[in-house]
C-alpha cells in the first residue's frame, strides 16, 4: 500500500457493515478503529432513535470532531480505519476525506439485505425506518473523490481483504 494513505474512511449507509468491515480492515492493517457513531452528541442520538433525520446545522459539530480526529491521525505516526455515513460530498468535504493521505472506501449493496441487517440488529439506536432516507440522501463518490468502491457479498475479512488489495494497488 501506498505510504501516503494513513486515513481510510468506510461510508455507507446505516447497516451496510462499515463498522464491521472497518475493524475487520483496521485489524488487517494494524490501525486504529473509530466509529464516527461514537462521536455524536447525545442530542443527535436520542433523535436518531426516534426516528428524526438530522439537519446539517446538527451534524456539522459532529462532522468537525471527525475532521480533527482525521488531522491528529496525519499528524501522528499511525493510521485509522473510520467508520463513517459520509453519505453526502458535502459531509466528505467538511471532514477533509479530500485531503492527501485519506482514501475512501464506499460499501454498496441491496437495500433489502441492508434493511434485514438493520431489523437484526438489537444494540444500535439507528432504527431501520431512517434506511430509506438514507438511502435519499445518499450521494454515490464521484471519480474525483477517488472511491475504492467494495459489494457487502462477502464477509467482512474477505472484504477487508478487497479493501487492502485495492489500496496497495492505487496511490495514496
Avoid at 39 to 46: G, I, K, L, T
Avoid at 61 to 78: E, F, M, N, R, V
Avoid at 121 to 142: G, I, K, N, V
Avoid at 151 to 162: C, L, N, Q, Y
Amino acid at each position: 500500500m501506498n505510504v501516503a494513505t494513513r486515513v481510510v474512511v468506510v461510508m455507507g449507509v446505516s447497516g451496510i457493515g462499515k463498522t464491521v468491515v472497518g475493524r475487520a480492515l483496521a485489524d488487517r492493517l494494524g490501525w486504529a478503529f473509530e466509529d464516527a457513531d461514537h462521536f455524536h452528541p447525545a442530542a443527535n442520538v436520542e433523535r436518531m432513535s426516534r426516528g428524526i433525520a438530522l439537519t446539517d446545522t446538527e451534524r456539522w459539530p459532529w462532522l468537525d470532531s471527525l475532521a480533527d480526529l482525521i488531522t491528529a491521525t496525519l499528524a501522528g505516526d499511525g493510521g485509522l480505519v473510520l467508520a463513517c455515513s459520509a453519505l453526502a460530498r458535502r459531509y466528505r468535504d467538511r471532514m477533509g476525506v479530500g485531503r492527501l493521505g485519506v482514501r475512501l472506501v464506499s460499501l454498496d449493496g441491496p437495500p433489502e439485505l441492508i434493511r434485514a441487517r438493520i431489523e437484526a440488529r438489537r444494540d444500535h439506536f439507528m432504527p431501520a425506518a431512517l434506511l430509506d432516507s438514507q438511502l435519499a440522501a445518499l450521494e454515490h463518490p464521484t471519480p474525483e473523490e477517488r472511491p475504492i468502491v467494495v459489494g457487502i457479498d462477502a464477509t467482512p475479512e474477505e472484504i477487508a481483504s478487497r479493501i487492502v488489495t485495492a489500496l496497495e494497488h492505487t496511490d495514496g
